[in-house]
C-alpha cells in the first residue's frame, strides 16, 4: 500500500525492532531474558486438556479462572485484575486509554524501547527523563506538567536490572498528576515490588508478564492489576477475545505452581550472581541486577565488536546503543552451562582471565 495512505505519524516513525529470534538452531540465546527452564508441568497438561475438549467455542473474554487463580495467590480481588496477550499488550491497551492525539507521555531513559513506540502510535508526544548515572531517578521525572497523561516505569528496569524501591514510587505517584503504570515484567526475580501500592492509590497500575519467570514468552500472556474502577475503563479498549484459550489454560496452571516458581527463581538468582562475578572479573562494569539479566558496559574497550563476534560464534546476547547515554551488553541469565561458555568466549575476546 503506498505510504500517503498511512497516517503520517506511522509514516514517520521507525517501528519497535525486537530483539533477534534466529531461525537456525544451535545458538546459545542469551538477547531476549527468555527462561532457560521449561515451564511448569503443569502448563503442558492444562494446555493439551483444552486441546483434547477442542477449540472450536471462543474463550473466556475476561479470562475469568485465571482471575480466580491470580487472585489467590496475589491476595487482591479478581475484579482489579486485567489479562492480556503479554505484557506488552497492557502497555498498548493503558496507552490507548489515557493518551490522546498531542498529549504528553513520560518515560524514563534508558529504559523499555516499546514505550517510546506506542506514543509514537498514538500519535502522542514523549518525554525521554534520563536516569542518573546510578539508575535513580532525578527529581524531574515526578514533575507535574500540563497535559502530562500517562508514566511508564519498568521496574526491575531494562537494561540496568535496577529498581526504585516502593517508597520512591509511591512518592511519585503522589506528585504526578497522572497514572503511573509500573512495569513489573521481571519482578518474580527481584527482592521487592509494587502490588501493595495499587490498593492506596488509583494512579499507581502494575503490570506483569509471564514470559520470564513463568517461562512462557511463547505462550503470550501478562496482566494488569489497577483500582477496579479503571479495569471497568480499560476493558472497553482491549479486543473482546485478548486471550486465546490456550494461553487463559496454561497461565492459570503457571500461576498455581508457585513451588515451580520459587525452585526456577532460585537457581536463575544462583546463576545470575555468577554472571554478575565472572563479568567483573573480565574487566566489565556491571550492574547489580534484580531481573534475569545484567548489564555491562567495559571502560576500555569497545562492546559491539564482542557482541559481533560473540554472534558468529553462536553466542547471541543483546548489544544495546542508547544515543546520549552509552552502549553496552545486555545479557540473560542461561543456564550455568551457557553462562560458563559465554563467559569463556568474552575472556577470548578481552584477553582477561577466564571463569574459575
Ligand atoms: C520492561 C519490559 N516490559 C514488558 C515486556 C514485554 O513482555 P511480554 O512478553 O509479557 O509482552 C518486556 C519484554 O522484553 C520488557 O522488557
Given amino acids: 500500500m503506498p ?41 503442558v497438561e492444562a494446555i493439551q486438556e483444552v486441546l483434547r475438549r477442542g477449540l472450536q467455542k471462543y474463550p473466556d473474554p475476561m479470562a475469568n479462572r485465571f482471575r480466580r487463580a491470580a487472585s489467590e495467590v496475589l491476595g487482591v480481588p479478581s475484579d482489579w ?19 490522546g492525539q498531542g498529549q504528553l507521555l513520560r518515560l ?13 502510535i498514538q500519535g ?11 539508575w535513580t531517578l532525578p527529581k524531574e521525572f515526578g514533575l507535574p506538567t500540563e497535559d502530562l497523561r500517562l508514566v511508564f516505569l519498568a521496574n526491575p528496569n531494562s537494561p540496568s536490572g535496577t529498581m526504585v524501591p516502593p517508597d520512591v514510587v509511591r ?31 488509583e494512579k499507581i497500575m502494575v503490570s506483569r508478564s509471564f514470559s520470564k519467570s513463568y517461562a512462557l514468552a511463547g505462550l503470550r500472556f501478562g496482566y494488569l492489576v489497577a483500582q477496579p474502577h479503571i479495569i471497568h475503563e480499560l476493558v472497553k479498549v482491549k ?16 500461576i498455581l ?76 541469565v542461561g543456564t550455568e552451562e551457557q553462562i560458563d561458555i559465554c563467559l569463556q568466549h568474552l575472556a577470548e575476546l578481552t584477553e582477561a582471565p577466564g571463569p574459575r
Fill in 3 to 43: 505510504t500517503n495512505y498511512v497516517r503520517p505519524e506511522i509514516a514517520a516513525m521507525a517501528g519497535y525492532a525486537p530483539g533477534e529470534q534466529p531461525q537456525e538452531e544451535g545458538f546459545i540465546k542469551l538477547n531476549t531474558n527468555e527462561n532457560p527452564y521449561p515451564p511448569s508441568p503443569a502448563v
Fill in 81 to 99: 485484575i486485567l489479562c492480556a496477550n503479554g505484557s506488552d499488550e497492557i502497555l498498548t491497551i493503558v496507552t490507548r486509554a489515557f493518551v
Fill in 171 to 201: 512518592a511519585l505517584a503522589e506528585r504526578l498528576p497522572c497514572p503511573l503504570l509500573v512495569d513489573e515484567a521481571y519482578v518474580d526475580f527481584a527482592s521487592t515490588n509494587c502490588l501493595h501500592l495499587v490498593a492506596e492509590n
Fill in 257 to 332: 505452581d508457585q513451588q515451580w516458581l520459587r525452585e526456577t527463581r532460585a537457581k536463575i538468582l544462583a546463576v545470575r550472581k555468577r554472571l554478575t562475578e565472572g563479568m567483573r572479573r573480565l574487566g566489565f562494569q556491571c550492574v547489580d541486577s534484580e531481573a534475569n539479566f545484567t548489564w555491562n558496559t567495559h571502560p576500555a574497550r569497545p562492546v559491539r565488536p564482542m557482541y559481533e563476534e560473540l554472534k558468529r560464534r553462536r553466542i547471541l546476547v543483546r548489544y544495546m546503543n542508547y544515543p546520549g547515554w552509552g552502549d553496552g551488553l545486555r545479557i540473560s
Fill in 108 to 120: 524514563p531513559y534508558p529504559s523499555y524501547i516499546l514505550y517510546a513506540t506506542l506514543a509514537q
Fill in 124 to 134: 502522542a508526544r514523549y518525554q525521554e527523563v534520563f536516569f542518573q548515572p546510578d
Fill in 239 to 254: 479486543d473482546s477475545y485478548n486471550c486465546d484459550a490456550l494461553s487463559i489454560a496454561g497461565a492459570t496452571a503457571a
